[in-house]
């Protein structure tokens, strides 16, 4: 039985060991937006519980910071 685990084992790290040595990546096409984009997107429900969104880009407000000493 334990040779029998051995031999089973070693035909896993030789098959695990057989990959190609670059394995392909998957990229996405479409480009990432810009840090100052934003999208505002409304939902609303279909029949048979489909829904329909539609987005629109909008410019995203700065970001406010308040410092005071106390």
Avoid at 28 to 45: E, K
Avoid at 55 to 67: A, F, H, I, T
Wanted: hydrophobic residues 45%; charged residues 15%.
């Amino acid at each position: 039985m334990r040779r029998l685990n051995l031999t089973v084992s070693l035909l896993l790290a030789a098959s695990a060991g057989a990959c190609a040595p670059n394995p392909i990546v998957a990229r996405d096409p479409v480009p990432a937006p810009a840090p100052g984009v934003a999208y505002v997107c409304d939902t609303r429900p279909l029949v048979l519980n489909a829904m329909s969104s539609t987005c629109e880009p909008v410019e995203r407000q700065p970001q406010v910071v308040l410092r005071t000493k106390g």
